[in-house]
């Protein structure tokens, strides 16, 4: 593989990128960076841990240092921790470059961001709902002379969910240039390559592409591809990395805690350096889970998004610095966190999406290293696992437990979370969670009030106009049945009279 000097990066940045550890570049970065500095498009997809990040990073850093002015480069990325992340990667990286960021996320204080970011910084790394709010709301800034565009997990950015970025996005995009060179990164670029290349090429006619496994979508689009796209895939059929031992586990849904518990000691007592991620489906649950593992003197600290910014900072801090071994988080940490000292991640709950459950066991086995994955299933969750085993090809093993010891704990395991879930009605969680929920509302400009009534509106008109169509369908079944009954009684009438003459 090429060295970083031979990517046509300035001498300064591969000692930079050295200084940082990175001495080789991995394959995404060999294969992408000489594009990108040529001035091409980019829609990358590789592998979870495979140095996605540097490859858009230096080369942004070396043009960026021929020609340095702000704001020169938008990364958007989904979640906040996310964008802190990379934050720090374009400090590090451009250090002697003297780089200026600026971080804008939301949950943090708006004024303070409208400022740093009047000041023209080089690079601004933002997720789309609070930058689209800066957009809408002032004047202080521009986006016009931007030379890149960053998306990571664009994706995630793109597709349509419960956090949904089509409306912030359309305002990002009506903000920036329409020639800007635009980048895409994820591990999971597939599902929605149609939507990514509609985004990356009108923007600038040339794109580069990422993925993690070539499709036939994949090759169609690359026939189809305008300007001389780059698209680049690791050439591997699994999804996941080697590094990655992948296990299920299979628990009857009334004794998971209990399992949960039992590996988590296990891991403890054998592994006292090893950090563990545990991935819920709810904030709720995450929460739970949280004072459970607590009760039982586990150094545990939740990610969810109904905490506040500060307290989220705050516990991912300490998951890094390994003061604390175990992190339970909802996909909020699904994606890019990129944290070295993870050995184990845990599925709490089966991910209902290949896609999910890639990004999640992904926080392990980063970067050349080992990891271990154990993801729990129950009785209703086995048609999941075939879904994912399908998409990654690749089998997952059992994992095998010792029944006894989960048995001999079941009993404490259950009474504690049941303390734990009451004390947390005790906190009003459900309630906090609607205030949580009409806060959005006002933030997005809407009337909680109004958008209720709409809502049970909405919801009477529906029922009425099921009623109605119930009503139609009955009637033209009613008919149907009728001129049957008719055609029938007419049949009969005919073979009557026929029967009727013959004995005459
Ligand atoms: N050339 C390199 N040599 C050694 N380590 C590297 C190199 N490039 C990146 N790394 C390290 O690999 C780790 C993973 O990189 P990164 O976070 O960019 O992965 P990613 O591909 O973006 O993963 P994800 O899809 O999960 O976001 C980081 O700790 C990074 O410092």
């Not at 802190?84 to 303070?112: H, N, S, T």
């Not at 998306?151 to 419960?162: F, I, M, N, S, V």
């Not at 992190?327 to 940490?333: E, F, G, K, N, P």
């Not at 119930?470 to 005919?494: A, C, F, N, P, W």
Request: glycine residues 4%.
């Amino acid at each position: 593989m090429a060295a970083f000097r031979e990517l046509g990066l300035a001498p300064w940045l591969v000692e930079q990128a050295r200084q940082m550890g990175l001495s080789r570049p991995t394959p995404v970065q060999a294969s992408c960076i000489p594009p990108i500095l040529q001035g091409r498009d980019c829609l990358g997809c590789a592998k979870t841990g495979s140095g996605k990040t540097a490859a858009f990073v230096l080369p942004v850093l070396q043009v960026l240092s021929e020609d340095p002015y702000g704001i020169f480069c938008l990364v958007l990325t989904p979640t906040r921790e996310l964008a802190y992340q990379i934050a720090e990667q374009f400090r590090v990286l451009g250090k002697p470059l003297g780089l200026k960021d600026c971080v804008v996320v939301g949950g943090l204080d708006m004024v303070a961001q409208a400022l740093e970011l009047s000041r023209k910084p080089h690079v601004v790394i933002a997720t789309p709902g609070r930058l689209a709010d800066h957009l809408r709301s002032s004047n202080t800034f521009s986006l016009k002379k931007l030379k890149f565009l960053v998306l990571d997990e664009a994706d995630r950015l793109l597709e349509q969910g419960c956090a949904d970025f089509t409306a912030d996005l359309e305002v990002i995009l009506e903000a920036v240039p329409a020639r800007r060179q635009t980048l895409l990164f994820s591990a999971t670029l597939t599902d929605t390559l149609n939507e990514l290349i509609l985004e990356a090429v009108p923007a600038r006619r040339q794109t580069l592409l990422f993925s993690a496994t070539l499709t036939d979508t994949l090759n169609e689009l690359k026939s189809l591809a305008m300007n001389r796209p780059f698209f680049w895939e690791a050439a591997s059929e699994v999804r996941t990395v080697d590094e990655l031992d992948q296990r299920y586990l299979l628990v009857p849904e009334a004794v998971k805690d209990a399992y949960l518990v039992h590996l988590i000691q296990t891991f403890q007592d054998e592994h006292e350096d090893w950090s563990v991620i545990i991935f819920t489906k709810t904030c709720k649950e995450c929460q739970v889970l949280n004072m459970m593992l607590r009760k039982f003197s586990f150094p545990s600290v939740a990610l969810h998004s109904m905490m506040k910014q500060r307290q989220r900072f705050a516990a991912l801090a300490k998951f890094k610095s390994s003061i604390f071994k175990i992190l339970i988080a909802t996909d909020v940490a699904a994606r890019g966190l990129d944290i070295p000292t993870v050995q184990v991640v845990i599925n709490h709950n089966t991910p209902g999406l290949p896609k999910i459950y890639i990004h999640r066991v992904g926080r392990t086995a980063r970067a050349g290293r080992n990891g271990i994955s154990i993801t729990m299933v129950t009785q209703y969750d086995i048609h999941l696992v075939h879904a994912i085993e399908e998409e990654i090809k690749l089998k997952l093993q059992e994992f095998s437990v010792e029944e006894k010891l989960v048995l001999d704990i079941l009993t404490h395991v259950n009474v504690t979370r049941r303390e734990c879930e009451i004390e947390l009605e005790y906190m009003d969680f459900d309630e906090k969670k609607e205030i949580n929920k009409r806060k959005q509302m006002i933030l997005e400009g809407k009337d909680p009030d109004l958008e209720e009534k709409r809502k049970a509106e909405l919801a009477k008109i529906k029922k009425k106009n099921n009623k109605f169509r119930e009503k139609v369908q009955q009637t033209l079944q009613e008919k149907k049945q009728l001129q049957m009954k008719r055609k029938l009684q007419k049949k009969m009438e005919r073979r009557n009279k026929l029967h009727a003459k013959e004995e005459k």
